[in-house]
C-alpha cells in the first residue's frame, strides 16, 4: 500500500484536515461531533487513564522500534488521546529518552480541559513533554511530522468503520518511515494488543501482549483487541483461529506450567510459529509477547 500524500498547502495541520473529505467522512459518521474548519478531527471519549498502564507498549517501542527512533531526522513523538491526566505522556517520555535523549514529546488530546489539566499539571517541571489540542489530525504546535504516534485506548471508543479513515488520516501526518500504533488495553496494563500501521504500508502486524502470571487462556485478550478486530473474534476470521490455535497449544503444554508460566507461554508461541507468520522470538517471547504479521490477521473483506 503507498503512503498517502498529506495536503501540504500552507494552512495548520487542523485546518488543512478538519475540511478534507477524508476528515468530514470520519467525524460524521460516528456518535462523536463534526468538527468545524480548524477543530481537531475526532470525538471525544473517556478520559480513563493510570499510570504506568501502557508499559508493555512503551517497552515495546523501546525495545524493538529503537532504530527508526534513533534514525529519524526529527525525533518527534506523539501520544495521542492521553486522558484525564498526562501520566502516559510521561511515563512514554521516559521510556523513550533511554533510546534518543532528545526525543521530544507531545500528547494531544481533543478535550480542551484535559490539556489544561496537563499543562497545570507539569507547568514548571523542567524537560516535560508539551501538550496541546489535537485529534486525527496531529496539529503538533510549530509543525513537525512524528516518527513514531501511539494512540491506546482512543479508537476502541468509535465505530468499527471508522477505523481505516483514522488510520489514513493519522498515516498520512506521519514522517517517513514513522509509526502508528493503535492499541488496547485492560485497566491496569495486564493485557495488551496493539497493531503497527506503518506510514508507507499500512497495518503490518499486531501484537499480544499479556501478564502470564494468572493467564486463564491466550484468548482472554479477546476483549482487548483493537476496534479494527474486536468484533472479528468469530469463526471465518483470521484473529479468531490465531486465538483458538493459541488456546490449543497452550493446552498441550499444560505440564510446563510446573516450570513457570513463561516456559509454557514459549512452548506455545514455538508451536504457533510452526503454522502462524510470527515476526519475533523468544527473547519477546519470555516477555509474555508475541507479534504475527497482519496478514494472518487482517479482517476478511465483505464480512462487517
Ligand atoms: C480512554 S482515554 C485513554 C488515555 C490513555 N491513552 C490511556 O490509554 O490510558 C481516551 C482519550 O482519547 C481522547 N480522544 C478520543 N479521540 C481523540 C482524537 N481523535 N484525538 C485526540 N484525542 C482523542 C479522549 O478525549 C480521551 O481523553
Given at each position: 500500500?503507498?503512503?498517502?500524500?498529506?495536503?501540504?498547502?500552507?494552512?495548520?495541520?487542523?485546518?488543512?484536515?478538519?475540511?478534507?473529505?477524508?476528515?468530514?467522512?470520519?467525524?460524521?459518521?460516528?456518535?462523536?461531533?463534526?468538527?468545524?474548519?480548524?477543530?481537531?478531527?475526532?470525538?471525544?471519549?473517556?478520559?480513563?487513564?493510570?499510570?504506568?498502564?501502557?508499559?508493555?507498549?512503551?517497552?515495546?517501542?523501546?525495545?524493538?522500534?529503537?532504530?527508526?527512533?534513533?534514525?529519524?531526522?526529527?525525533?518527534?513523538?506523539?501520544?495521542?488521546?492521553?486522558?484525564?491526566?498526562?501520566?502516559?505522556?510521561?511515563?512514554?517520555?521516559?521510556?523513550?529518552?533511554?533510546?534518543?535523549?532528545?526525543?521530544?514529546?507531545?500528547g494531544l488530546e481533543i478535550h480542551p480541559e484535559r490539556v489544561e489539566a496537563?499543562?497545570?499539571?507539569?507547568?514548571?517541571?523542567?524537560?516535560?513533554?508539551?501538550?496541546?489540542?489535537?485529534?486525527?489530525?496531529?496539529?503538533?504546535?510549530?509543525?513537525?511530522?512524528?516518527?513514531?504516534?501511539?494512540?491506546?485506548?482512543?479508537?476502541?471508543?468509535?465505530?468499527?468503520?471508522?477505523?481505516?479513515?483514522?488510520?489514513?488520516?493519522?498515516?498520512?501526518?506521519?514522517?517517513?518511515?514513522?509509526?502508528?500504533?493503535?492499541?488496547?488495553?485492560?485497566?491496569?496494563?495486564?493485557?495488551?494488543?496493539?497493531?503497527?500501521?506503518?506510514?508507507?504500508?499500512?497495518?503490518?502486524?499486531?501484537?499480544?501482549?499479556?501478564?502470564?502470571?494468572?493467564?486463564?487462556?491466550?484468548?482472554?485478550?479477546?476483549?482487548?483487541?483493537?476496534?479494527?478486530?474486536?468484533?472479528?473474534?468469530?469463526?471465518?476470521?483470521?484473529?479468531?483461529?490465531?486465538?483458538?490455535?493459541?488456546?490449543?497449544?497452550?493446552?498441550?503444554?499444560?505440564?510446563?506450567?510446573?516450570?513457570?508460566?513463561?516456559?509454557?507461554?514459549?512452548?506455545?508461541?514455538?508451536?504457533?510459529?510452526?503454522?502462524?507468520?510470527?515476526?519475533?522470538?523468544?527473547?519477546?517471547?519470555?516477555?509474555?509477547?508475541?507479534?504475527?504479521?497482519?496478514?494472518?490477521?487482517?479482517?476478511?473483506?465483505?464480512?462487517?
Open positions: 500500500m503507498s503512503r498517502p500524500s498529506g495536503d501540504r498547502t500552507g494552512r495548520s495541520p487542523a485546518e488543512q484536515s478538519a475540511s478534507s473529505p477524508r476528515a468530514r467522512a470520519l467525524a460524521g459518521s460516528g456518535a462523536g461531533h463534526r468538527p468545524r474548519a480548524g477543530s481537531p478531527v475526532g470525538s471525544v471519549t473517556r478520559g480513563t487513564t493510570g499510570p504506568d498502564r501502557l508499559r508493555r507498549v512503551e517497552r515495546w517501542l523501546a525495545q524493538t522500534q529503537a532504530p527508526r527512533l534513533r534514525s529519524a531526522a526529527d525525533p518527534l513523538v506523539v501520544d495521542l488521546g492521553y486522558g484525564a491526566r498526562p501520566v502516559t505522556v510521561t511515563d512514554l517520555q521516559r521510556w523513550l529518552r533511554g533510546v534518543r535523549p532528545d526525543v521530544r514529546l507531545v496537563a499543562r497545570r499539571a507539569l507547568a514548571g517541571v523542567p524537560g516535560a513533554p508539551e501538550f496541546a489540542l489535537g485529534g486525527f489530525e496531529l496539529a503538533v504546535p510549530g509543525g513537525g511530522d512524528p516518527v513514531i504516534v501511539r494512540a491506546f485506548n482512543v479508537l476502541r471508543q468509535y465505530d468499527e468503520s471508522q477505523v481505516a479513515a483514522s488510520w489514513d488520516l493519522l498515516r498520512s501526518r506521519l514522517a517517513p518511515g514513522g509509526l502508528l500504533v493503535d492499541g488496547t488495553c485492560d485497566e491496569l496494563g495486564r493485557r495488551s494488543t496493539w497493531i503497527a500501521v506503518e506510514a508507507e504500508r499500512g497495518p503490518v502486524s499486531l501484537t499480544v501482549s499479556v501478564r502470564l502470571g494468572g493467564l486463564g487462556t491466550p484468548s482472554d485478550v479477546a476483549e482487548r483487541l483493537p476496534k479494527a478486530l474486536i468484533h472479528r473474534n468469530v469463526p471465518g476470521e483470521g484473529v479468531h483461529d490465531f486465538l483458538r490455535a493459541a488456546d490449543a497449544a497452550w493446552a498441550r503444554h499444560a505440564p510446563l506450567q510446573t516450570f513457570g508460566a513463561r516456559q509454557r507461554w514459549i512452548a506455545t508461541c514455538r508451536d504457533l510459529a510452526g503454522a502462524w507468520p510470527l515476526l519475533d522470538s523468544p527473547s519477546r517471547w519470555r516477555l509474555g509477547e508475541v507479534t504475527l504479521a497482519w496478514s494472518a490477521v487482517a479482517p476478511r473483506p465483505g464480512r462487517a
